[in-house]
């Protein structure tokens, strides 16, 4: 259960009340023990527990390439990095992830999260970072500043080609 300790020391750090509510309903749920599917190729394997802590790595090394230089900024979006890394997948959990489709699991998860926890607009969006690259960004509609659903969304691409090709970041 490494997995398990690592996912709620880095959700218990964000503070956010009804953090401990969620983390119970993710145990129950299978997060720490159900695979990440065949949708999915993964260098991390495993469980979903295991898929979102290599994409939490990978959002953190991109936004700190991004924000190096403002180390006070970093440091403050860390939180919000670990929820939408950590969170994104949640909506496949217990609905058979070959029958869920992308974009009902991602608006699944943002209702399954915000039920415990307060989503800022910049990680609801992330949440949704599939459907909303899809729609919203095609739009021109992005958000200022760091935009998590980005990271979520490369990150998630970079893991599947290193999945597929055996290439390591």
């Known amino acids: 259960m490494e997995y398990r ?51 939490l790595g990978i959002m953190e090394d991109m936004a700190y390439l991004l924000l190096h230089d403002n180390e006070e900024t970093l440091e403050a979006k860390r939180n919000s990095l670990a929820v939408c890394a ?26 399954i999260v915000s039920s415990f926890i307060a989503l800022d607009k910049e990680e609801e969006r992330a949440l949704l970072c599939n459907e909303m690259i899809g729609s919203d960004f095609a739009a021109n509609m992005g958000t200022a500043g760091m935009d998590f659903a980005l990271l979520l969304f490369f990150a998630e691409k970079w893991m599947a080609n290193e999945g597929k090709n055996g290439v390591k970041g």
């Open 5 to 55: 300790k690592r996912v709620e020391k880095l959700l218990l750090s964000s503070g956010r009340e009804g953090m401990e509510k969620l983390l119970e309903w993710m145990a129950e749920n299978g997060y720490y023990d159900e695979p990440a599917g065949a949708c999915q190729s993964s260098p991390a394997g495993g469980s979903l527990a295991a898929q979102s802590l290599y994409v």
């Open 86 to 111: 950590l969170l994104h997948r949640i909506g496949f959990l217990g609905t058979g992830l070959e029958e869920t489709r992308e974009a009902e699991a991602e608006k699944k998860s943002v209702g």
